[in-house]
């Protein structure tokens, strides 16, 4: 056999371990799975039935493609490999870099530190009036009401913001909600944006790598 068979023969059989390992491994467990950290349960085996024999093969294909062996593994590898080697982030609609590495989330929590969408002064007048509402049913029932929302890690550490965020209003939506509610209400709010921008001083008050 010559040196070109050889290696056709070699990348055919690798190919063909390679897309038959999963099966393999799913009977012989010969690779262990990490942990679901998923936020969500994997999709039960669908039945085969008359009545929804048109629909198996797209039930059976969204059931293979959650419950495959070492998906996990597989999910976590690609996730390290792209932060580890580009410093890049696999969801970067969800999830971004900022300076040395931090990560922070996207999406809502994103525009509410930049302050995109911000509330109208309709959306202020009814948040007021529900937190009122609230205030004045638990103090009939002898109960003390405080407002508080937790500042979204952004807020607490701007400094590790990349540049290409760009803020749209000098408050975030818990900052906004929280200067209409002392202005303009009786409800008593604690704002923690100021102790935790003092407690960061002694130690990290955020995970690096998480929201909390």
């Not at 190919?15 to 998923?38: A, C, G, M, R």
């Not at 293979?64 to 932060?83: G, H, M, P, W």
Request: glycine share 4%.
């Amino acid at each position: 056999m010559n040196s070109n068979k050889f290696r056709q023969f070699l990348l055919l059989f690798l190919f063909s371990v390679l897309i038959s390992f999963p099966l393999i491994n799913q009977q012989f467990h010969l690779v262990k799975d990490t942990i679901n950290t998923e936020n969500k349960a994997p999709l039960p085996k669908p039945k085969l039935s008359e009545q929804k024999i048109n629909l198996f093969p797209t039930l059976y294909d969204q059931y293979y493609a959650s419950n495959f062996t070492v998906r996990q593994r597989l999910i976590k590898d690609y996730y390290e490999f792209n932060l580890g080697l580009y410093i890049k982030s696999p969801h970067p609609e969800q999830v971004f870099i900022g300076k040395n590495n931090w990560l922070f989330m996207g999406g809502d929590e994103n525009d509410s530190f930049t302050g995109s969408r911000p509330f109208s002064q309709k959306d202020l007048e009814q948040i007021k009036k529900e937190l009122e509402y609230r205030q004045k049913y638990l103090k009939e029932k002898g109960t003390k009401f405080y407002f508080v929302i937790a500042p979204v890690k952004a807020s607490v550490y701007p400094e590790y913001i990349p540049e290409a965020v760009i803020k749209k209003s000098k408050y975030s939506w818990a900052q906004q909600v929280n200067e209409f509610l002392l202005k303009n209400s009786s409800v008593p709010v604690i704002d923690l944006h100021e102790t935790l921008w003092f407690a960061k001083k002694g130690g990290n008050v955020y995970f690096k790598n998480d929201n909390h």
